[in-house]
């Protein structure tokens, strides 16, 4: 899952600046920018929601799946 969004962006990007020349001189700060946000959210969103979970009080299985 994260390579997938990883590559889209980092893609985009490519053929933005490609493109575009005017953005070929940012384009490798912003290939760092996006592959850096998407490793951060990978790591903080699971921690961030089960500490919310755990805060608000519900349980592992809400929904009664198996």
């Known amino acids: 899952m ?3 969004g990883m590559f ?3 893609s985009v990007l490519a053929i933005v600046a490609a ?3 005017a953005y070929a001189p940012v384009a490798p700060a912003a290939t760092a ?3 850096s946000c998407v490793i951060v ?3 903080l ?3 961030v929601t089960a500490w919310w979970a755990k805060r608000i009080g519900v ?3 809400t929904a009664g799946l198996t």
């Open 59 to 61: 349980g592992s299985n």
């Open 8 to 10: 889209v962006g980092l």
């Open 2 to 4: 994260i390579s997938d």
């Open 41 to 43: 959210t990978a790591i």
């Open 45 to 47: 969103v699971p921690i």
């Open 33 to 35: 920018l996006v592959a």
């Open 19 to 21: 493109a575009n020349s």
